[in-house]
């Protein structure tokens, strides 16, 4: 299980019932996130393989079918679509932003910036 604890201190990990999960240590309370099949532009996958924060503070989530971005301005959780197709549809090692705030991801086969 990946845990990762956001700017605002909430902690977000992936359950083995498949779902995605969002703490906050503040008020005590849990919320769950799912996927929506009939949203193309929400969560994709309940699974979180890999998370990393931005310096505008997005939230990005790497699954086995992409990576989803959560906005903290109106929390909802995008799909990232390149060409009208999930970014990585593949499973991912790692994502990190760099220091000029570039989302990079790290797929079982190598590097994509």
Request: a negative charge; charged letters at 20%.
């Amino acid at each position: 299980m990946v845990i990762y604890e956001d700017k605002n201190g909430y902690l977000w990990y992936h359950t083995y019932n498949d779902v995605l999960n969002r703490f906050d240590p503040v008020t005590d309370q849990f919320l769950e996130y799912k996927e929506n099949a009939t949203d193309a532009n929400n969560l994709n996958e309940n699974s979180a393989f890999a998370f990393c924060e931005d310096a505008n503070g997005n939230l990005y989530m790497a699954s086995k079918k992409g990576i989803c971005q959560y906005n903290p301005k109106d929390q909802k959780i995008h799909l990232l679509m390149w060409n009208g197709q999930p970014v990585l549809p593949d499973i991912l090692n790692c994502l990190f932003i760099t220091t000029d705030n570039k989302l990079i991801a790290v797929p079982t086969m190598g590097f994509l910036k």
